[in-house]
């Protein structure tokens, strides 16, 4: 991961462990997430989504 991704994005997953799933709602609409397919693969994978997959409803 360290060696794909920026260190800014690094900690922004790091930070997202251990927070309200509404977090991660909200950081797989962010710019970074929409635009990056290797932040949005790391995304995923960290919260074990499908990939494949829809995208949460947005609330």
Known sequence: MEDLLPSNLIKRLEDLVG?????L????????????????????????LDPLGPLPPRV
């Open 19 to 23: 927070r309200e799933h509404t977090y």
């Open 25 to 48: 709602e909200d950081e797989l609409y962010s710019q970074e997430a929409l635009t990056n397919l290797k932040y949005r693969a790391e995304l995923e994978k960290l919260f074990k």
